[in-house]
């Protein structure tokens, strides 16, 4: 059974990092194109990185660029988000999502086909 689940959200205060990880079961990692999205209330869901599984390129949207960070551990079969200086409007449910094909648009949802469950972030003081 394909299945990802997101972990590591919380509360943090503004300034504040966290570690998000993505764990798969029931496929390989290494084969696939990893992305997080978010959520914030009353809004659309949006992409915030990818990294692709041919070379592991990674992407980010301009409102997290420099702040967060990408990247992957085949052995682990995990994908990780680290999130440092968060601000108040980094509050979401992120979710991760996975592609087994070449990514054109790396931050946009119809590009991935399985998705977790997510995990809450709130910044605040």
């Known amino acids: 059974q394909v299945q990802l689940v997101e972990s590591g959200g919380g509360l943090v205060q503004p300034g504040g990092s966290l570690r998000l990880s993505c764990a798969a079961s029931?496929?390989?990692?290494?084969?696939?194109?990893i992305g997080w999205f978010r959520q914030a209330p009353g809004k659309e869901r949006e992409g915030v990185s990818c990294?692709?599984?041919?070379?592991?390129?990674?992407y980010y949207a301009d409102s997290v660029k420099g702040r967060f960070t990408i990247s992957r551990d085949n052995a682990k079969n995990t994908v990780y988000l680290q999130m440092n200086s968060l601000k108040p409007e980094d509050t979401a449910v992120y979710y991760c999502?996975?592609?087994?094909?070449?990514?054109?648009?790396?931050?946009?949802?119809?590009?991935?086909?399985?998705w977790g469950q997510g995990t809450q972030v709130t910044v605040s003081s």
């Open positions: 999502a996975s592609s087994p094909h070449t990514i054109v648009a790396p931050l946009l949802l119809y590009e991935y086909d399985y």
């Open positions: 029931g496929f390989t990692l290494d084969y696939y194109a």
């Open positions: 990294i692709s599984s041919s070379d592991g390129s990674t």
